[in-house]
T-cell receptor, first 114, second 113 residues
Framework: KAGVTQTPRYLIKTRGQQVTLSCSPI?????VSWYQQTPGQGLQFLFE???????NKGNFPGRFSGRQFSNSRSEMNVSTLELGDSALYLC?????????????FGPGTRLTVL | QKEVEQNSGPLSVPEGAIASLNCTYS??????FFWYRQYSGKSPELIMF????GDKEDGRFTAQLNKASQYVSLLIRDSQPSDSATYLC?????????????FGRGTSLIVHP
C-alpha cells in the first residue's frame, strides 16, 4: 500500500506571495491533518479534514487555509507569505475507525520564504 | 491546555546500551500514546503505540505506560548508531475526545560507536 505523498517537496517563495501544497493520503484513510514544524516551535497542528469537512483547527491565522476533495486528497494554502512561514509542512493521514488512531506522515514540503 | 513534556536532550548513549526516553502528559483523559522517530530533515515515522498500562514490546523497542503517574517511556535495547534521531511522544484521547494528537517537542538521541 502506498504511503502518504506530498507535493511539491521543496518550495522557495518570496514575501507576499501565496502557496498551495498538496497531500494524497493512504488509500482508505479519510482523515488528513496538516502540521507545521519549525526548530523553535516543534510540531504544531494546523487543521484536520475528514470527509471534505474541516473538523479541527489549530491556532494559526486565517492566511492558512485548506480543503479536502471527495477522493480524500487535501490541499493547504498560505496567502501573503511571511518570513516566519518558512518551515516543514507535514501532512498525516489516518483511518479513524477505532479507539486508537495511528497517524502516518508524508515526507513533507520544505517551504522557504525569502 | 493539553501538554506533553519531553526532555530535549541530547541523550547520548554508547552503542549496545539501553536508551530510555521519557514523556509526561497533563491530560488525565489521554488514552492512546505514540512514539515517533524523526531523522534530521525527514518526516516523523511511527514506531509504536500503547494504550494499556504496562509494557508493550516490539523488537528492540519497549513502550511503558503508567496512567496513574501520567508517564510514558520508550526503551531502545541494543542501541545502534542508526537509532540516532529525535523521538517524538504523542498523546491522544479518543473515543470521547479528539483524535488529534498532542505532540511533545521531542528528545534528541545520539548513539555513539
Amino acid at each position: 500500500k502506498a504511503g502518504v505523498t506530498q507535493t511539491p517537496r521543496y518550495l522557495i517563495k518570496t514575501r507576499g506571495q501565496q502557496v498551495t501544497l498538496s497531500c494524497s493520503p493512504i488509500s482508505g484513510h479519510r482523515s488528513v491533518s496538516w502540521y507545521q514544524q519549525t526548530p523553535g516551535q516543534g510540531l504544531q497542528f494546523l487543521f484536520e479534514y475528514f470527509s471534505e469537512t474541516q473538523r479541527n483547527k489549530g491556532n494559526f491565522p486565517g492566511r492558512f487555509s485548506g480543503r479536502q476533495f471527495s477522493n480524500s486528497r487535501s490541499e493547504m494554502n498560505v496567502s501573503t507569505l511571511e518570513l516566519g512561514d518558512s518551515a516543514l509542512y507535514l501532512c498525516a493521514s489516518s483511518l479513524q475507525a477505532g479507539d486508537v488512531d495511528e497517524q502516518f506522515f508524508g515526507p513533507g514540503t520544505r517551504l522557504t520564504v525569502l | 491546555q493539553k501538554e506533553v513534556e519531553q526532555n530535549s536532550g541530547p541523550l547520548s548513549v554508547p552503542e549496545g546500551a539501553i536508551a530510555s526516553l521519557n514523556c509526561t502528559y497533563s491530560d488525565q483523559g489521554s488514552q492512546s500514546f505514540f512514539w515517533y522517530r524523526q531523522y534530521s530533515g525527514k518526516s516523523p515515522e511511527l514506531i509504536m503505540f500503547i494504550y494499556s498500562n504496562g509494557d508493550k514490546e516490539d523488537g528492540r523497542f519497549t513502550a511503558q505506560l503508567n496512567k496513574a503517574s501520567q508517564y510514558v517511556s520508550l526503551l531502545i535495547r541494543d542501541s545502534q548508531p542508526s537509532d540516532s534521531a529525535t523521538y517524538l511522544c504523542a498523546v491522544q484521547n479518543p473515543p470521547g475526545g479528539s483524535y488529534i494528537p498532542t505532540f511533545g517537542r521531542g528528545t534528541s538521541l545520539i548513539v555513539h560507536p
